[in-house]
């Protein structure tokens, strides 16, 4: 997809949340739009600003694709300038370093291979299952089901599990060429939910995944037997608790990384709070995917084909996102806000 408009961009990295999406997502239209973009202030919403060492893996891996120019990426920069060149469909490794998320880098190179005409392999290693981030089972079962709705096709598995702080995971990722890139009308919750639920505990007391189950089963109703213990194999040690909702024509997953300090009861709680609020509402989108589908959204919409989707909640963070997008595509988003859900249409300009 290449829209008519050739000349940079300039993106404030303050605006809104002014956190890494906003670099992740310029970089990604830069890519797919040809445009060399500058960010500056970036990140200066979070406690220590400018670029750090995950958001400089997701540059360095988009550099990598398409031959960039760039010019401020090294530690703590709070400007950046790229300028890309032909975006090449191939075999990629990227590193992350430690337990930096393995999917927002795949994420950020995904959108310009996924519109090669040729099949791309990605491998990432770093975290696979972090907090503030889509775990791969998220990637797997929502994400890429959802985007091939637009006609972007991805199969992601996951080689070897990585936890915070020591990280070490590896994911692989399979990106088919785009078949045709399509706006999508998605506002209906269709079916009851089937639920599922699973424990990953890896080089920890045992006893823990068990006192997490508990709490799951009693909170979902579900039997003791129905959720799943799995002894992940990491590099270090590592929890996550993980819930999935699948209706008729929706998937939705939460998941909660235990932490240092954190009682196992409560890291369950946490995650069937978040299931819970979603069974609340009648979107068959939920928040964290309702923000990744906004990108495919926007790109159609600068195709001429609109979607109109219904959103569990329009968080800040899709809202810093929308001005992104904005400033680089001939789209405008538009929101109709009611009681439990958020009507979302996207279209051209």
Known sequence: MKTDLTESVQIDGALGEGGGQVLRTSLALSMMTGRAVELVNIRAGRKKP??????????????????????????GSAQ???EPGPVSPGDYRFRVGLAG?????????FPALANCHEHSRIQVEGGTHNPLAPCTDFLQKVYAPAVARFGMHLSVECDRY???PAGGGLIIAEISPLTELKGVQWIDRLGKPHVRASVLISQLDSLIASREAKVIARRMNLDIEDVEIVQAESSGPGNCVI?????????????????????????????TN???AFFGSPAPIGEHLA????????????SGDASQLQVYRWTAHCQTHQSVLEAFLPIRFETQTSEKAVLVTVVPT
Not at 50 to 74: F, I
Not at 251 to 271: I, Q
């Open 162 to 164: 990585g936890f915070a």
């Open 274 to 276: 978040k299931l819970r």
């Open 50 to 75: 400018g670029l750090m060492r995950q958001h400089l893996a997701c540059v360095r891996a988009a550099q990598q694709v398409c031959d960039a120019k760039v010019t401020g990426d090294e530690l």
């Open 80 to 82: 950046l300038t790229f």
């Open 243 to 271: 819930l999935s909702a699948e209706y008729e024509n929706c998937f939705e997953l939460v998941s909660e990384p235990g932490r240092l300090g954190t009682k196992a009861e409560r890291v369950a709680r946490a995650a």
């Open 291 to 302: 923000d990744q589908l906004m990108l495919p959204a926007a790109l159609a919409a600068a």
């Open 101 to 109: 998320s393995t999917s927002l880098v795949l994420q950020t190179v």
